[in-house]
């Protein structure tokens, strides 16, 4: 019961996050534009709703890991609810900055439809590698935390057989891509401390595992790399 209970409120909070989300997120862009037909904006919520969509889509036999995602156990470290307050409010800034640029006041070059193609191609690889990694891995969470509470155990297939930590390289995907899709170059800064911020949360997290999750050390003698294959 109490787990049917959970999946009930999980697909709830889905339903309100997809249709409210993504509502307020344009109202930003649309009001920073100080226009309508600022179509880049436009263009990436519906991009956001359908990824939103394929998610459910694929996730619907997963619904331990939508719930917690959604509402995680205890245990977060304390860095990352850091990182949190600093990612969150810079990912707001991102939108504004966006908005003010390419559609009201033009201070980044207008981009020729190419761009905004491989863009595309490149933020949906992003989401692709992200999605297959929560996919694959049950203990996906939103936060960094030891799940005693689900037996948490280390996750070896799919993704994780080339990396530790797929997940973040499609999060620096369609990080850094999302500003370039809303036609801003100015909204690469905001969004370039942020990947910096995923980037040492890898570490932190790795380290974490390492000290406190069993079979972790082993598996990091068998997958060598945190994000880039042969790299780092």
Known sequence: MNNNRLNQRARLK?????????????AILLLAAGRWDYWQGWFFMGLTMAVLVVNLIVLRHRQEVIAERLAPGEGQKTWDKIYFAVTTPLFFVTMLISGLDAGRYGWSPKFS???????????LFGQVIFLWAKRTNRFFSAVVRIQKDRGQKVCQEGPYKYVRHPGYIGGIFFTILTPILLGSLWGLIPQGIVIIYMIVRTKLEDDML???????????????????PGIW
Not at 14 to 26: E, N, R, S, T
Not at 113 to 123: D, I, P, Q, R
Request: no cysteine; net charge positive.
């Open 210 to 228: 390492k000290k406190e999750l069993p079979g972790y050390v082993e598996f990091t003698n068998k997958v060598k790399y945190r994000l880039v």
């Open 113 to 123: 439809g190419w761009v905004y193609v491989l863009s595309t191609l490149v933020y």
């Open 14 to 26: 889905i339903v309100l996050q997809g249709l409210f989300a993504p509502i307020a997120l344009l």
